[in-house]
C-alpha cells in the first residue's frame, strides 16, 4: 500500500486544515487507518485513529474537541478535520495502515506509512 498525505499548510493559530491521505496498490477498506504527527525535536506521537467502518475512533487528549477523524472506503482515503489550530500543533503529519481492523494508539500495529504533511500554525 502507498500513502499520499495532503493538505498540510501555514495556518495561522485559531484557523483550520483538512488533511487528507490516499491509499493506492490495494484496499484499506478492512484496516483501521490513522494519524501520527512528530514535532521537530520530539518523537512521533498518536494523534487519531478510526476503525475500517468509521465507528470506532480514537483521540490523543490533546486534540479532543478540536480534531475529527474520518474516512472514505469508496475512495480508499482518510481525513483529518482540524480546528482550533495551537501552535503546539506544529508538526508533519502521517498517515498510517493498521494490520487490524480496529485501531490502536500505538504505532506498532501499522504497518504502512506515509510520507508525512507539514502543519505549521504560527502565532
Known amino acids: 500500500v502507498q500513502l499520499q498525505a495532503s493538505g498540510g499548510g501555514l495556518v495561522q493559530a485559531g484557523g483550520s486544515l483538512r488533511l487528507s491521505c490516499g491509499a493506492s496498490?490495494?484496499?484499506?477498506?478492512?484496516?483501521?487507518l490513522a494519524w501520527f504527527r512528530q514535532a521537530p525535536g520530539k518523537e512521533r506521537e498518536f494523534v487519531s485513529a478510526v476503525s475500517w467502518n468509521g465507528i470506532i475512533t480514537h483521540y490523543a487528549d490533546s486534540v479532543k474537541g478540536r480534531f475529527t477523524i474520518s474516512r472514505d472506503n469508496a475512495k480508499n482515503a482518510v481525513y483529518l478535520q482540524m480546528n482550533s489550530l495551537k501552535p503546539e500543533d506544529t508538526a508533519v503529519y502521517y498517515c498510517a495502515v493498521s494490520r487490524f481492523a480496529t485501531p490502536s494508539t500505538q504505532p506498532g500495529p501499522y504497518n504502512y506509512w506515509g510520507q508525512g504533511t507539514l502543519v505549521t500554525v504560527s502565532s
Open positions: 496498490g490495494r484496499t484499506a477498506s478492512n484496516n483501521a
